[in-house]
């Protein structure tokens, strides 16, 4: 599907990032996050207490963490998740 073509600015979903305008993949990254069972999903607290551990970080780079390789608000957003650093941040 050509993204151009669509008028109802739908998208495949079968597109890589780089196939996205770059709205779209943080949109839905968001709707990610957003559609998570709460189950899985860390407390809000929690959640901003990760996110504001990585803006400290010097691994952070461009949303991501260059020890794992993720969007750091996806990774911080699942409560079993740790921080991949050997400091342990969170
Ligand atoms: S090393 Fe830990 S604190 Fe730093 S950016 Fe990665 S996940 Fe965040």
Redesign the pocket.
Known sequence: MNLQENSNNKYCRKCLLKDMPENVYFKNLYDYIENLSEDIKAETREYER?LN??R?????LNGM????G?F?EL??VIAKNR???MDK??
């Not at 963490?65 to 794992?68: A, H, S, T």
């Open positions: 990760r551990a990585c400290k970080c010097d691994n952070l963490c260059r020890i794992c993720c750091i990774r911080a921080c991949p650093d941040k969170w």
